[in-house]
């Protein structure tokens, strides 16, 4: 493993702005399984522009009407320059949380304390990763889609 870069450290981030989202605009569909789909994609590919990121976002596909197009016109776009200057890799996950944290009104950065606690608890980066895994494909239009066929087949 010498050498390779984690995923799971990037997608913490995403993972945080993913929460700070949710509790700025509380009508927008966010799963959490962004924070795995985002992950991979800092991992194979440096963000060079806003709309790569917008797309990124999206695990239905770009036209799908997935949340990433509310998402990616909400995020500061300051904080899209940090992930570039890094290269989409944050090697102190800790440090950067601070920095997000910042952005936010107390008020916000309490809700936002309490609903990571609540919902991630003691869970490991790696298991929060393959959680939201396991949610993005057990809410895909395709899972969906294949339960209902599996209705009408013939054993």
């Not at 050498?3 to 949710?22: E, Q």
Request: aromatic share 10%; no cysteine.
């Amino acid at each position: 493993m010498t050498g390779k870069k984690s995923i799971y450290k990037p997608a913490a981030v995403i993972g945080f702005l993913v929460k700070t989202l949710m509790v700025k605009h509380p009508e927008k569909q966010i799963s959490p399984a962004h924070i795995q789909r985002i992950g991979y994609f800092l991992k194979r590919k440096n963000l060079q522009e806003f709309k790569d990121f917008k797309y990124a976002m999206s695990p239905d596909g770009p036209f799908s009407g997935a949340v990433s197009v509310e998402l990616s016109t909400a995020i500061s776009r300051d904080i899209v320059k940090m992930i570039v200057k890094k290269n989409g890799w944050f090697l102190e996950p800790g440090k950067n949380f601070e920095k997000m944290v910042v952005l936010l009104s107390d008020d916000e950065r309490a809700i936002i304390r309490e609903t990571v606690n609540d919902k991630v608890g003691d869970m490991g980066l790696k298991e929060l990763s393959e959680e939201a895994t396991k949610d993005f494909w057990s809410n895909s239009p395709l899972s969906t889609l294949l339960k209902t066929f599996s209705h009408f087949s013939t054993t």
